[in-house]
């Protein structure tokens, strides 16, 4: 019998995550998630999944992997990391994500320090020169369908066992491993869940790495512990995200301000009218019911979908006006708070009880208060035990049992909590005053034309760094006085910089690393590494392609640049990259090969040449006519077969070890090379396999000149 969608949940603070993956069995054949690739779209349901999990399990004894050990899981989100993750906590061992943009010299410091049995990575993560064994994770249901799926049955863990290590500084010599329990993860699912009332089956767009605890939390054990689907996508780009929206019925997404950013300037390209038009439209409807909101601007719910519910935030600030952009349009954004040590979620917006501006209420069964220095304190059943062999990082990141989040905020009289920076980045005047960057900041990027701001101490100032869009960099420093005219005199900018580079340095979930920005500004003073701020020329798409997989800036990119020699991009990014214009630009490039003395100018004139796929891709609907069909039938019994017959006879064996059709897909080949093969083939088959077959041709042979 399968439970009915939507009635399972994470019960109680005392159940642990082995529990939940068990009740989840009940779901059976409902549709777990769908991993969708450039042309395909892969549906695996919760039997499937569960099944390949047991087989994990048994292959993870198999490999010496007992209750306690710790496992590395490196590679992009998809089922086969699922698989690994539940595998894991079915065999009772550690499981230790790495994000996919860390570097292999941090793996190895990574592996050693928690002594991993196990690597479980993507053929596209580099080489770290591990001495453990390896899994590759796209072989990994190749190698399942070999082990039978006989899970151990000694695994029990209690709820303050760990079961994740999240390690979450990676530019330092010594990354610290937060303990992630059963209690933790299981205490916030619940909490979510009880703040956020989600009522009937949803399906969520996966849009974050599921390394990042956000996601696994918001984005795993939440729709796991409600029999919900997940929609996966193998490249994050906007036309995924296009055909995601257009084909799935999308209810919610977890995301980022970023991405939501993006999607903005996305819908305002598309528009006829500036941005500030745009703004002024959406304000004269403010005040409208959400429903009437929906009907008006219906082109942009048509595309997200008719049935989408909530843009849950997190991971950064939500600059107020971006929140209000998309509130406006009719959309419901819900902006919460946490921490990897919290579990992670802290605070969130309700549905019925959100705030311009605002993290949200905390959630029930935990504590959160401010302290006298104004930052955010927490305790309860969320918070994280410590750091992975680090007792003085522990201790020094709770006082009194509260775990210090290094966080500035204050509520307001409804509870609803304010965040203003972080405590190491706030700037104390010469008077002594309290500045908080992130008041500056939300000043600046209401102007049209600021893309962005970042507000540091650089220098003994309060220094403003913009980044702006190219036409409004002459009027930058206009904007920084009629900001000053809205701050406070403490808050004053005293001096600012327009951003030369395509975007801010930033982590893997899009925050603005600050202390490389002041870097940057020294280095820029200094001379070094300069690049001029504007009067550059613009960038083209092949180029930008090419930076974001070389991870340096655009800017610094020349078109007489090598790909191998001067940009460092290996075999495997080379291949990266051509399947990243192939689907971004719409290309056909499956017979060209990126070699490492290939310039970026050579790519963008050979990408010039190529025809879009779509010139390629217009498959014929008319074939597939029950008239063709009929047509096709009477051919071969009245014509092909007769002729063949003819010139040669063979015997049919072994019809009868044929399965059913429709348990397939089925692939026919034939064991050598001949011309007679394809009609062998049809000869051979029952009608019932013809009717579906689709016969492979190679089209250069049959469609090449003369």
Same mark, same amino acid.
């Given at each position: 019998m399968t439970r009915e969608p939507n009635a399972t949940r994470i019960s109680s603070m005392e159940e642990t995550l082995y529990q939940q993956v068990q009740r989840c069995r009940e779901f059976g054949d409902r549709v777990f998630c769908y991993h969708r690739t450039a042309f395909r779209r892969f549906p695996w349901t919760y039997g499937q999944l569960l099944d390949h999990a047991d087989?994990?399990? @048994? =292959?993870?004894?198999?490999?010496?992997?007992?209750?306690?050990?710790?496992?590395?899981?490196?590679?992009?989100?998809?089922?086969?990391?699922?698989? @690994?993750y539940l595998g894991c906590i079915l065999a009772g061992a550690v499981v230790v994500p790495l994000d996919v943009r860390q570097t292999g010299a941090f793996a190895l410091r990574v592996a050693d320090e928690t002594e991993a049995r196990l690597l479980v990575r993507s053929r596209l993560m580099p080489d770290a020169s591990l001495e453990l064994p390896q899994v590759v994770l796209e072989e990994l249901t190749f190698r399942l369908d070999?082990?039978?799926? =006989?899970?151990? @049955?000694?695994?029990?863990?209690?709820?303050?066992? *760990?079961? *994740?290590?999240m390690y979450t500084s990676g530019t330092t010599a010594h990354p610290k491993g937060v303990m992630v329990t059963h209690r933790n993860l299981a205490a916030n699912v619940t909490a979510v869940l009880d703040a956020i009332r989600l009522e009937g089956h949803y399906t969520f767009l996966s849009l974050l790495p599921l390394s990042h605890l956000y996601e696994q939390t918001g984005g795993l054990w939440v729709p796991l512990s409600r029999g919900d689907t997940i929609v996966y996508l193998q490249t994050v780009t906007p036309h995924a995200l296009e055909a995601a929206f257009r084909n799935e019925f999308i209810r919610a997404v977890l995301a980022v301000p970023r991405l939501l950013q993006l999607l903005k300037d996305g819908f305002l390209r598309k528009l006829p009218l500036s941005e500030s038009a745009v703004q002024r439209l959406l304000a004269s409807t403010e005040d409208l019911p959400l429903s009437v909101r929906k009907q008006l601007y219906f082109p942009i719910h048509r595309f997200i979908g008719w049935n989408f519910s909530y843009f849950i935030l997190g991971g950064a600030p939500l600059p107020p006006e971006l929140q209000q952009f998309w509130e406006r349009l009719g959309f419901v954004v819900l902006q919460g708070y946490g921490l990897t040590e919290t579990g992670p979620v802290i605070t969130v917006n309700r549905p019925n009880a959100r705030k311009l501006g605002s993290v949200g209420l905390p959630l029930p069964g935990l504590e959160m208060r401010i302290s006298e220095a104004g930052e955010v304190l927490t305790r309860g059943p969320h918070v994280t035990p410590g750091y992975y062999q680090r007792p003085e990082a522990t201790a020094e990141s709770f006082t009194d049992g509260w775990f210090r989040t290094g966080d500035l905020g204050r509520l307001d009289e409804d509870g609803f909590l304010f965040l203003q920076g972080r405590l190491k980045e706030l700037i104390v005047t010469d008077a002594g005053v309290n500045v908080y960057p992130i008041d500056i900041e939300q000043v600046l990027d209401s102007f049209d034309g600021v893309r962005e701001s970042c507000v540091v101490e650089f220098k003994g100032r309060i220094h403003a760094v913009l980044l702006m869009e190219e036409a409004a960099k002459e009027r930058a420093a206009e904007m920084v006085a009629q900001a000053n005219e809205r701050l406070d005199d403490a808050q004053r900018i005293q001096a600012f910089t327009v951003w030369w580079e395509e975007d801010y340095p930033r982590t893997t979930t899009l925050k603005v690393k600050k202390g490389e920005v002041v870097k940057k500004l020294e280095a820029r003073e200094q001379g070094v590494d300069v690049v001029a701020a504007s009067g550059a020329p613009a960038v083209d798409d092949i180029t930008l392609l090419v930076a974001r997989m070389a991870d340096i800036p655009a800017s610094h990119i020349k078109p007489e640049s090598r790909l191998g020699d001067d940009l460092g991009l290996s075999s495997i990014d080379r291949v990266e990259l051509l399947s990243l214009i192939e689907w971004e630009k719409r290309l056909d490039l499956g017979d060209v090969d990126l070699t490492p003395?290939? @310039? *970026? *100018?050579?790519?963008?004139?050979?990408?010039?040449?190529?025809?879009?796929?779509?010139?390629?891709?217009?498959?014929?609907?008319?074939g597939r006519w029950r008239v063709v069909n009929w047509g096709r039938q009477l051919f071969q019994l009245l014509l092909l077969f007769p002729v063949f017959h003819f010139f040669t006879r063979f015997t049919i064996k072994g019809r009868e070890n044929l399965p059913p059709p429709d348990t397939g897909p089925y692939v026919f080949i034939a064991n050598h090379t001949s011309h007679a093969d394809t009609a062998a083939i049809l000869r051979a088959l029952p009608g019932h396999f013809r009717r579906r077959l689709a016969i492979a041709a190679w089209a250069e042979f049959f469609l090449r000149p003369g």
């Open positions: 087989r994990m399990a @048994t =292959h993870l004894r198999q490999c010496g992997v007992e209750p306690g050990a710790r496992v590395l899981v490196w590679g992009p989100n998809g089922p086969e990391w699922i698989i @690994t070999a082990v039978e799926p =006989h899970p151990p @049955t000694d695994v029990s863990p209690r709820p303050d066992d *760990v079961a *994740v290590i003395e290939m @310039t *970026v *100018v050579e790519l963008r004139r050979l990408a010039e040449q190529r025809k879009p796929i779509s010139a390629y891709l217009r498959f014929p609907r008319w």
